[in-house]
């Protein structure tokens, strides 16, 4: 079964300009999430999508957005990009377990973002 | 979601068990224990949970007091490439938030 997938692995942008990353999550998980780790920091969490919709976010700017899709892949859009936003991106995926909802998540190797 | 404590960094000889406590006090009756790893540079891998019972898979085994305040992840046999971040976090099975809260973590060196 493949696991969850991000792209690019790497992205180097200028400060002002926008950014795209992409999350396909594990075949049947509905969930998707966006976390942030800023070098030397922890995993901040950003967006959760489920269904479509955005169900929660963290504590960052509206230039900070997203969506998800019909085949529940997700986008993840930072305008504006300053250089603190350099980070490595993480998405994860989840999947209702039925009886006991645990939701345990399973991430994706990342996409490193550079802002110069 | 209840707060964990970890210590921050832990040796262990390769072939020994690594034992990785945890420390979540003020844990709830609802509240799941999970544990995952980071190996440097890598998304977060699921490592196992559990609410109270004593829980095992291929990966580790996870235990929990009987009053839940504390619990111990155990790598068996840890080899090198059991080298990575550990993190402890606690929270409500079924949330309508479903972020996860990663804090600090324990640092698992695993010496040759």
């Known amino acids: 079964e493949a696991g969850v997938t991000q792209s690019p692995t790497h992205l180097i942008k200028t400060r002002g300009q926008q950014a795209t990353l992409r999350c396909s999550p594990i075949s049947g998980h509905t969930s998707v999430y966006w976390y942030q780790q800023a070098l030397g920091l922890g995993l901040q969490f950003l967006l959760w999508?489920?269904?479509?919709?955005?169900?929660n976010r963290g504590n960052f700017p509206p230039r900070f957005s997203g969506r998800q899709f019909p085949n529940y892949s997700s986008e993840l859009n930072v305008n504006a990009l300053e250089l603190e936003d350099s980070a490595l991106y993480l998405c994860?995926?989840?999947?209702?377990?039925?009886?006991?909802?645990?939701?345990?998540?399973?991430f994706g190797p990342g996409t490193r973002l550079t802002v110069t | 979601d209840a707060k964990t404590t970890q210590p921050p960094s832990m040796d262990c000889a390769e072939g020994r068990a690594a034992n990785l406590p945890c420390n979540h006090s003020t844990i709830s009756g609802n509240e799941y224990v999970y544990w995952y790893r980071q190996i440097h540079s890598q998304g977060p891998q699921y490592i196992i949970h559990?609410?109270?019972n004593n829980e095992t898979n291929e990966m580790a085994s996870l235990i929990i007091t009987e009053d839940r305040k504390s619990s111990t992840l155990i790598l068996p046999h840890a080899t090198l490439r059991d080298t990575a971040v550990y993190y402890c976090?606690?929270?409500?099975?079924?949330?309508?938030?479903?972020?996860?809260?990663f804090g600090s973590g324990t640092r698992l060196q695993v010496q040759p």
């Open positions: 559990g609410l109270k």
């Open positions: 994860a995926s989840s999947l209702d377990t039925g009886g006991e909802k645990t939701y345990e998540q399973y």
């Open positions: 999508y489920d269904e479509g919709e955005e169900r």
């Open positions: 976090i606690v929270r409500v099975g079924d949330t309508g938030r479903r972020a996860l809260t």
